[in-house]
């Protein structure tokens, strides 16, 4: 029994040994995933190849790879050799002080960039005889606030030395520089009446063909000078895209807009004016319209009249009344 408990055992201690023999060794425990990168999110930029020159006069220069206006205005910089604080404005398709073919936020895909420079500086005094004194001011998008459009037989009408595209640098020696267009439409229409102020103007530098010229905005078809079919959207907060051009309702609510905008705040912006449109067009109702807007442009505390406004101009032109 001894002997055959002793077999048993050994058996016993072999079918082990063979069962441990089989068993195949496991792959280490893989390490957890890595958290998700934190920080702003690095966009991709189109590559598309545009073409520029300074409107003055300069070389043709290739630039690409830009999301916004501030970064597009860092690249003219770099091709010429120069400040992107140099830069006041672009044009579109044209080297000439023209507010009809300013660069907003899209540039058509076969467009021309002419950038404005800066050129002579000028003080002006001003009275205001009236509460308005006719002037439309828009910006660069980098800091820049300009005069868009001059109201005929206004008070600045009257000063010949101002002029369409001059950029206001400063009133009364404070500088705005940094300030968006709605604050310094404000900072003027707050001036008093029959008390004598003092802006200082930046025009933009002109080529010698252009001397002397005192350009006058036109008063109506103000818009984006666009090629083909797709433009290339500039934002100020997230990616460039390219997107189809505004299709008819969009382009007419977007003018009724910019209308509005002026009319209201002394401004015009066609960007603005695109972005007040997508937010509303889809909306049943103004309430929805009002909230929509507010998570996209909340700082510029719209008036309830001004949305309503808003809200009755893109339904008018939805429904084929205007």
């Given at each position: 029994?001894?002997?055959?408990?002793?077999?048993?055992?050994?058996?016993?201690?072999?079918?082990?040994?063979?069962t441990q023999a089989c068993v195949e060794p496991t792959?280490?425990?893989?390490?957890?995933?890595?958290?998700?990168?934190?920080?702003?999110?690095?966009?991709?930029?189109?590559?598309?190849?545009?073409?520029?020159?300074?409107?003055?006069?300069?070389?043709?220069?290739?630039?690409?790879?830009?999301?916004?206006?501030?970064?597009?205005?860092a690249k003219i910089a770099e091709v010429f050799n120069?400040?992107?604080?140099?830069?006041?404005?672009?044009?579109?398709?044209?080297?000439?002080?023209?507010?009809?073919k300013l660069l907003g936020g899209q540039i058509g895909?076969?467009?021309?960039?002419?950038?404005?420079?800066?050129?002579?500086?000028?003080?002006?005094?001003?009275?205001?005889?009236?509460?308005?004194?006719?002037?439309?001011?828009?910006?660069?998008?980098?800091?820049?606030?300009?005069?868009?459009?001059?109201?005929?037989?206004?008070?600045?009408?009257?000063?010949?030395?101002?002029?369409?595209?001059?950029?206001?640098?400063?009133?009364?020696?404070?500088?705005?520089?940094?300030?968006?267009?709605?604050?310094?439409?404000?900072?003027?229409?707050?001036?008093?009446?029959?008390?004598?102020?003092?802006?200082?103007?930046?025009?933009?530098?002109?080529?010698?063909?252009?001397?002397?010229?005192?350009?006058?905005?036109?008063?109506?078809?103000?818009?984006?000078?666009?090629?083909?079919?797709?433009?290339?959207?500039?934002?100020?907060?997230?990616?460039?895209?390219?997107?189809?051009?505004?299709?008819?309702?969009?382009?007419?609510?977007?003018?009724?807009?910019?209308?509005?905008?002026?009319?209201?705040?002394?401004?015009?912006?066609?960007?603005?004016?695109?972005?007040?449109?997508?937010?509303?067009?889809?909306?049943?109702?103004?309430?929805?319209?009002?909230?929509?807007?507010?998570?996209?442009?909340?700082?510029?505390?719209?008036?309830?009249?001004?949305?309503?406004?808003?809200?009755?101009?893109?339904?008018?032109?939805?429904?084929?009344?205007?």
């Open positions: 029994m001894a002997a055959v408990a002793q077999v048993t055992e050994e058996q016993e201690a072999q079918n082990q040994r063979q792959a280490p425990p893989l390490p957890p995933p890595s958290p998700p990168p934190t920080g702003p999110q690095d966009y991709p930029r189109p590559r598309l190849i545009f073409h520029t020159q300074l409107a003055h006069g300069s070389p043709t220069g290739r630039i690409h790879g830009f999301t916004n206006v501030k970064e597009l205005y120069i400040s992107p604080s140099e830069i006041l404005f672009c044009t579109l398709n044209s080297h000439k002080v023209d507010m009809q895909l076969e467009d021309f960039i002419f950038a404005h420079v800066r050129g002579d500086t000028k003080e002006v005094e001003v009275t205001k005889t009236e509460d308005a004194l006719g002037l439309t001011i828009t910006d660069n998008g980098a800091g820049y606030a300009f005069i868009k459009r001059i109201k005929e037989g206004s008070t600045i009408d009257r000063l010949k030395t101002v002029c369409v595209g001059d950029h206001i640098e400063a009133i009364n020696d404070q500088s705005i520089v940094g300030c968006r267009h709605y604050e310094v439409a404000k900072m003027l229409k707050e001036q008093l009446r029959g008390i004598p102020f003092t802006l200082r103007l930046v025009g933009p530098k002109k080529a010698f063909d252009m001397i002397g010229m005192r350009t006058r905005a036109p008063k109506s078809n103000e818009g984006k000078m666009v090629n083909g079919r797709e433009t290339l959207r500039l934002r100020s907060k997230g990616a460039a895209t390219v997107q189809e051009v505004q299709n008819e309702f969009e382009e007419r609510a977007t003018k009724k807009v910019d209308d509005l905008l002026e009319s209201y705040m002394g401004i015009r912006d066609l960007e603005l004016a695109t972005t007040i449109v997508e937010a509303g067009k889809d909306k049943k109702n103004p309430d929805d319209f009002a909230e929509a807007l507010d998570s996209v442009l909340g700082d510029f505390a719209f008036p309830d009249v001004f949305l309503f406004d808003v809200w009755g101009a893109i339904g008018d032109v939805k429904n084929g009344r205007i």
